[in-house]
């Protein structure tokens, strides 16, 4: 969450305790405390008591509920093996091409061809590994 967005949520946050005074009672803060966490401007970040304090007091999850949307997906432990399994398969095929095509010492036009497709392959799957972990799908 970037700085206007965490001003914005605040904001949101703190009008519906009823603004800055009622706010300032309802938590360890004060006004001019609560008012920096609402620029947009400012290095300040409401502390996590703050906002469960607030959240508590207005009655709604305004704020927790956007970091909890903003929050990776963890990846799913199943597919993740099916394809770090993929990846290992793969790179077996790649050596056993690599081995085959240069047990004469020459690597042809055609082999060079079906290493590079299998490399291109290899890569592929590396990425879809990656996507996941980074919760981007497969």
Known sequence: ???????????????ACGGLEEAARACRVG??????YQS???DLFMPADVIADLERYCGAPIYSRVLFEL?????????????G?????????????IRLAAADGVITPTERER?????????A??????????????
């Open 1 to 15: 969450m970037n700085r206007r967005q965490h001003a914005r949520y605040a904001c949101l946050l703190i009008a």
């Open 125 to 138: 799957d590396v990425r879809r590994v990656d996507a996941l972990l980074n919760g981007d799908g497969a």
């Open 71 to 83: 929050r990776p997906d963890p990846a799913p432990a199943g597919e993740l093996v099916g394809l």
């Open 40 to 42: 947009p401007h400012g």
């Open 31 to 36: 006004k001019t405390q609560l008012g920096e």
């Open 85 to 97: 399994c993929e990846v290992a398969e793969t790179a077996i095929a790649q050596q056993r091409e």
């Open 115 to 123: 290493l590079c497709r299998l490399s291109e392959r290899l890569k």
